[in-house]
């Protein structure tokens, strides 16, 4: 079962920019779609974007589409989510999750098997 530890979260302004990173333990990494969800307070977990194994593919919510990019990098276990134009509806204990088979579109919680433990991203003036 694969490990997962996000960084990179933190405080920033409204327009500003963000970029989280979930390491990944385990020699398997490379074999695992990996997503970003987010919770905000009083809300249920959303998905925010996910990544194909090879990062040849990758898909995004709607509301965060031309603003936030996903990236790994396979060689380090690594998978990045570069937040642009933050929004302070944006805010939330965003979620790395590890899905041991193929993309799919717009997944749900249940897809994924393994979650790290969340770090906190908080947009405000």
């Known amino acids: 079962q694969v490990q997962l530890v996000e960084s990179g979260g933190g405080l920033v302004q409204p327009g500003g920019s963000l970029r989280l990173s979930c390491a990944a333990s385990?020699?398997?990494?490379?074999?695992?779609?990996m997503g970003w969800f987010r919770q905000a307070p009083g809300k249920e977990r959303e998905f925010v974007a996910a990544?194909?194994?090879?990062?040849?593919?990758?898909t995004y919510a709607d509301s965060v589409k031309g603003r936030f990019t996903i990236s790994r990098d396979n060689a380090k276990n690594t998978v990045y989510l570069q937040m642009s134009s933050l929004k302070p509806e944006d805010t939330a204990v965003y979620y790395c999750?590890?899905?041991?088979?193929?993309?799919?579109?717009?997944?749900?919680?249940?897809?994924?098997?393994?979650w790290g433990q969340g770090t906190q991203v908080t947009v405000s003036s």
């Open positions: 999750a590890a899905r041991a088979g193929p993309l799919v579109l717009n997944p749900g919680v249940v897809h994924f098997g393994a």
């Open positions: 990544i194909s194994w090879s990062g040849a593919m990758t």
């Open positions: 385990g020699r398997t990494f490379s074999t695992y779609t």
